[in-house]
């Protein structure tokens, strides 16, 4: 089994930079896609970002293209999020996931992390 735990969330300003940190741990996550979810309070869990194990590829929701940007270590066993010009619509909880292949659909995604609160206040 895999097992991930996110870190770097917090809260921040409008306008603000944050790097969100998903550390694998139990076996190596280098064959995995990886992905970035959100969930704010009362809305469902929705995809933020996904890379592929060689890092060859990623995709963006809308949303959060061209502010988010998700790479990886797999010497590491790390995922990021680099998240810059943050928005109000951007607090949420934000998952990692990984799965045998990367996208955009939660019902691919076999481990899931406990998540990081980040609060973008206006």
């Known amino acids: 089994h895999v097992q991930l735990v996110e870190s770097g969330g917090g809260l921040v300003q409008a306008g603000d930079s944050l790097r969100l940190s998903c550390a694998a741990s139990?076996?190596?996550?280098?064959?995995?896609?990886m992905g970035w979810f959100r969930q704010a309070p009362g809305k469902e869990r929705e995809f933020v970002a996904t890379i592929s194990w060689s890092a060859g590829s990623a995709y963006y929701a809308d949303s959060v293209k061209g502010r988010f940007t998700i790479s990886r270590d797999n010497a590491k066993n790390t995922v990021y999020l680099q998240m810059n010009s943050l928005k109000p619509e951007d607090t949420a909880v934000y998952y990692c996931?990984?799965?045998?292949?990367?996208?955009?659909?939660?019902?691919?995604?076999?481990?899931w992390g406990q998540g990081t609160q980040v609060t973008v206040s206006s």
């Open positions: 996931a990984a799965g045998r292949f990367s996208s955009s659909m939660r019902d691919h995604y076999d481990y």
């Open positions: 139990g076996r190596t996550v280098s064959s995995y896609g």
